[in-house]
Nanobody
Framework: VQLQASGGGLVQAGGSLRLSCAVSGRTFSLSSGAMGWFRQAPGRERELVGAINRSGSSTGYPDSVMGRFTISRDNAKNMVYLQMNSLKPEDTAVYYC???????????????????WGQGTQVTVSS
C-alpha cells in the first residue's frame, strides 16, 4: 500500500489549504480502510488532526482543529482529503496521511492503529 500526500505549502494566517492523499496498492482498495491525517511540528509528538471510517459515515477531530478542518474521502478515486480553513501559525507542521486496515468501521485516534503512512507534506502558516 502506498500513500502519497500533497497540497502543502506556505499560507498566511486565516488562509486555507486542501491536502490530498492518493492511495494505491495492487491488492488494496481505499474502500477497505479507515484513514487519518496526522501532523508533527518540530520538537512535538505526532498528533491526529482528522480521521474517517471506511464508509465515510464517521469522522473525528481534536479540539484544536474542530470546526476548521474537514476530512473527506472519495473511494472511487482512491483519494482522501483534508480541507484546512482559518489556518493559524500553530498549524505549521508536516502533515501525514495514514491507512488503518483493522476495525475499519470505526475511526482511529492513535498512531498505533494505523498500518501504512505517507511521506508527509509541509504546511507553513505565516503570521
Amino acid at each position: 500500500v502506498q500513500l502519497q500526500a500533497s497540497g502543502g505549502g506556505l499560507v498566511q494566517a486565516g488562509g486555507s489549504l486542501r491536502l490530498s492523499c492518493a492511495v494505491s496498492g495492487r491488492t488494496f482498495s481505499l474502500s477497505s480502510g479507515a484513514m487519518g491525517w496526522f501532523r508533527q511540528a518540530p520538537g512535538r509528538e505526532r498528533e491526529l488532526v482528522g480521521a474517517i471510517n471506511r464508509s465515510g459515515s464517521s469522522t473525528g477531530y481534536p479540539d484544536s482543529v474542530m470546526g476548521r478542518f474537514t476530512i473527506s474521502r472519495d473511494n472511487a478515486k482512491n483519494m482522501v482529503y483534508l480541507q484546512m480553513n482559518s489556518l493559524k501559525p500553530e498549524d505549521t507542521a508536516v502533515y501525514y496521511c495514514a491507512a488503518k486496515l483493522s476495525r475499519t468501521a470505526v475511526i482511529g485516534y492513535r498512531e498505533w492503529e494505523y498500518d501504512y503512512w505517507g511521506q508527509g507534506t509541509q504546511v507553513t502558516v505565516s503570521s
